[in-house]
């Protein structure tokens, strides 16, 4: 619900414990509730047989969040993507929005000149994608209204051209904005500017994104102890040539259990990942998917950038573990295949399955995974706390992330966490890591895919264009020519690499 979506935290507090150290009567916390939508690829826009939905379901979702801009407030809806980092809101004239189909009407559009407080920065976004162009128009401020939060002179972009029909709300590192990448402008996005307003008490958030179809949260500057598994285990987020640009980790081990047997494979590991949920599937290198593939049946499909699988694998119980220096996060292979989804040349009787080849060679843990997982991302300490999900953890248990280092409560320091790696355009270093009192030096060995000189930097893309335009031709086009940035646009991919 608009403006109202601020969590009665202070209700929702179980009685005080004296052991947590962050727990307060009215913590410095923001929770907005995030809901999974599908964007309708525009062909089918067309007319009704162009492709039989009921038949043919391209999956192309993304998460998003209700915020408001402007004053006075104009609602729109944003997708949330941890793999950028600028705001970005279509104008109601823009080449995408003031077409006939109204595309842009369920999600909303900012109309400038209705608002009071708007001002035009001299400077533009510029978002290129591998799928096309997707996202240009200036840098401005204004109001930004956020889970009952409000931000003065907020730094974000109107797109006078897009090819989205939501906007886009980045929640990466501020040095990765498209301002800070391309023209040396940093400003403070989203997660900085909520910490200076004193809303939260740190540049630190927790993503929940809940199961298929139920309404997750995003909390920012804390964490909803409900909603996990377990303890957090605390993992160094990988460096890309020195600087921090990417919420990346390290994957250190996949293993693929059923009722016999565990398989474990580590063919190019440790190798950097990044959590984009931005991404609809999780991208891996073919080397180290094959395997898995082989024993669940699976093929993948390079014309849509999708696999299948039949759809009988569904209540298969198999689990995909993915170890991060041994913090685990385990996927059932039920939240892997897609029942009702399908790409035209499928063979019947096979369903869409999250797990697919990083062609372009960005290795991202995209939505098909985030649902397995509750992420803290903490930006200020340069670490990412991870635990598995808890769809029915009972009542909400939120506790406000401090500052300083360990500023996560209840998280644990995983011991001798690897913290370089290669792939998503890191380069391969020795690394000592070190954090409160515990400290380890780890040198990874050097394997894994390595993007050339790309420095993951981002935008998302829930392209409404649909899993046909955003093909696998599109990723494999990956090239290191092109001037400015590239989008790894698979079925709504979103990281983009700046070169
Ligand atoms: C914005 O959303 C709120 C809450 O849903 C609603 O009350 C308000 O009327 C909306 N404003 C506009 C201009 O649609
Ligand atoms: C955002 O607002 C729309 C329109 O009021 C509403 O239908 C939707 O449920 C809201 N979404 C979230 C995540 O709050
Ligand atoms: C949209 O309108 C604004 C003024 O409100 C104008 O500056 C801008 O050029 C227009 N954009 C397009 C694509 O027509
Ligand atoms: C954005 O970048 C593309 C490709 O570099 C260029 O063709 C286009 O003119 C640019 N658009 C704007 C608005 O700067
Ligand atoms: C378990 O997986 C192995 C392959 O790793 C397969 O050979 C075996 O048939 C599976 N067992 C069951 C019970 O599914
Ligand atoms: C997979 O994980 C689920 C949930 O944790 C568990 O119930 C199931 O027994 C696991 N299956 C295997 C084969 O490990």
New binding site residues.
Partial sequence: MWGASILPLTLALPCVSAITLHRRDDPAVLGLPIARREATPKLQKRSSDVVSTSLYNNLNEYYSVNITVGTPGQNVSVAIDTGSSDLWVNVPNSTYCSGDDDLCASAGTFDISKSSTFKLLDY?M???YVSG?LA??PYVTDTLEIGGATVKDFEFAVA??SYNNIGIIGIGYSASTDAASALGKDYDNLPVALAKSGAIKSAAYSLWLNKFDGTGNILFGGVNKAKYQGELQTLPIVQNQGKYTSLTIALTELSLKNSSETKSYTTGLPLAVTLDSGTTFTMLPKDLVDPIYKIVGATYDSKYGAASISCDMHSADYNLTYSFSGATVSVPLSELVYLNYAEPDFAKGDCIFGLVYSESGANLLGDSFLRSAYVVYDLDNNEISIAQTDYDGGDDDIVEIGTGTAAVPGATLVASAVSSATGNGAVQTTAVYSSGATAATVTASATGTETGSATGSATGSAESGGATSASSSGLGALATS????LLSGVLGAGLLLAL
Avoid: I, L, S, V
């Fill in positions: 533009d510029n978002a290129t162009f240009a128009g006078e051209q092109m001037p400015n940035h």
